[in-house]
């Protein structure tokens, strides 16, 4: 028997009135002169956002949750092996189309499943000039309103049986995926384990794939390292080689903290909304509590320092799409043998789906249409619109 | 004419009443099950803490700030260059030895001057047996009770630039230093800017040294060949500890203060917990008392710049220098090295060697906050350093500090 509920986001009035009353007591650090946003968030931006939070935002709250409400939203248990049962978040939107292509989006920090909200309708819309997808968008253990794991070790093989016990619950036996930030190295995960038998096709948006990453064939190593020296990099590869310097440099301190210390820092995330107002706001209305969505950086890079640039081979069709604003802007050189699409826009950044819906569903819709080597993936599931 | 100024201590009653308020809205995370220490300080320390914060700390608030108050304290005006006036705090109190050597003391983050408070005594104790010291220790800029720099580029060089005026408007025109952590950085630059014509000895109890590297083939040689003791091998283990595990609070203040700023100046518990966890793990099993932890903490949550303000220096330093702690290590003028088996960053002896190394001394028991927990230890390796018979006895011309024998008085 299903444990299926369908989820309606009903903050309690206590909890905003809490949130209310630490607002009011907000305290703001200085700021340095021409500080500009080297330093760090700038306190200008902060402190209208906290005000704008304080007088209109949270006063407003109700229409704001009733906004996101619009999203069809359930919950239901899924078991972990090791861990229990967790009851997961998700949202779940078919499309008009019988054999649409089921998709699952995972979302990673600080996003979450409103991530969803704007390629959702593109997603399903029913065309015959292009496929359309059922669509699934859990909230992560740890986030949104998902329970969060309570015993240590929640690494990425947990978080891919969840979604993929997740596809399986609603009756998707065979699906693809499409995921960004954790969402990327969990649905390459969900390729790996269950790719072919159940996974059909993954497009990770932040592909990772440094010439000098270990391999399991030499004469491929070699001959990658080859073209890095000899055939150089373009215009466009070099400034995005810059920018993935710069956030190793420059960028990495979260990651380095929350890979290593998440409860020290999660006192300051769980307690001050001031540290919230730089992150999505959801994360401080989420079941589990800011604090557990940093675990994920401790439990992935613990069970793998090199969890973002080794392993990186799956068997089934994979796709990439490259945005100019991704964190790491990765290079065409890519060892992946079953990658069916390599596509490169020219506006964008982390999170695809909030900032460029129409490039990333353009993407997803090439990507398994007709006439592309991912087209029929899933058998009998192509999403055209019979007409 | 001097702005110096005697300074006490106050905190306004609004101020202690928002702390109150804060407090009692505290929301804490949860912990996942079995944690220890492995994901930062533990839910349970924090809570207690928090929960001793609330009841009973913060009510009598007014009993510990009269006890921080023993110290004597002072403010006065510092010029430097390029960045205006700061106002500096400080601690200042003299030997009864007339010519005790003066000392400045300077603490590193998350110290502050407070940790002179144990060494203070025993440094001015006058003796027939041991130099004394005239001792000043300074809130940093940003620190304590001291103003903070408002322009971007508040490096190493206006650190010791501060550091040497206060000696030099206090009247000492030479003098030696002691410091840990970012004192260690700190009172280095110093011996290499003001070494010779003020500042004449250094000593610091946080030591860095240069890993073998091909610049230096001998320093290769001897790593194969001659290996590492047992000692020396815990020392890199933990060394390597920090490096892996513990550094992700440098690398987010070095490079994006402000955005950590938010929540440390917002969230008393978020910065107890940033803070404790430090004091937990740097120091030698150090057996801390509630009060201790939240003087401590008190400091940065009531200092005059916020505490937004402490974690700049990382960003100043290490973006003018990324490798400010491994390059640059040599100081024309005698200097001291001890060494604490829990200190952060534990490295082999022979990695030590710096021209004018005139003293060192191993400890079996002390971590990175040696004058808070070893006072005794390093007062004593001060003493030996500057005391008759060694290498740097006399540095400071005329200023020995040893008291004269009753029989010589007259």
Redesign the interface.
Known sequence: MSTEAPFTIAIPDNDLE?LR??LE???????????GH??????AD?QRLAKYWQDEYLPKWREHEARLNDLPQFTRDIEVEGFGTLNIHYVHKKSEVADAIPLLFVHGWPGSFIEVRKILPLLIQASSDHPSFHVVALSLPGYGFSD?????GFAVGQYAEVCNKLMLALGYNEYITQGGDWGSLITRKMAQVYGARIAKGGTPTCPFAPPTQRRSTQPQAALSILSHFILGYTEKEKAGLKRSMLFQ??????F????????????????????G??LDIHLLVSK?????ST?IY?EITKQNPLAFSTDLATPIPTGYSYFPKEIAVSLTSDENPELGLRIRDDKGGHFAAWEVPDALVGDLRKMFGKGSRAFGVVPGKTGYQQN
Not at 25 to 35: I, K, V
Not at 38 to 43: D, I, M
Not at 288 to 292: E, K, L, S, V
């Open positions: 809490f009353k630490k007591l907000t305290r703001l650090p200085d700021e340095l002169e021409e500080a080297e330093y760090g968030a700038p306190l902060v969060n794991p309570k015993k240590k440099e420059h960028g990495i301190g979260y380095k903290e929350q890979a290593t210390q998440p409860q020290t820092l999660g006192y300051s995330l769980a307690d001050s909304p001031g540290r107002s730089d589990a509590g800011p604090t557990a675990r401790f």
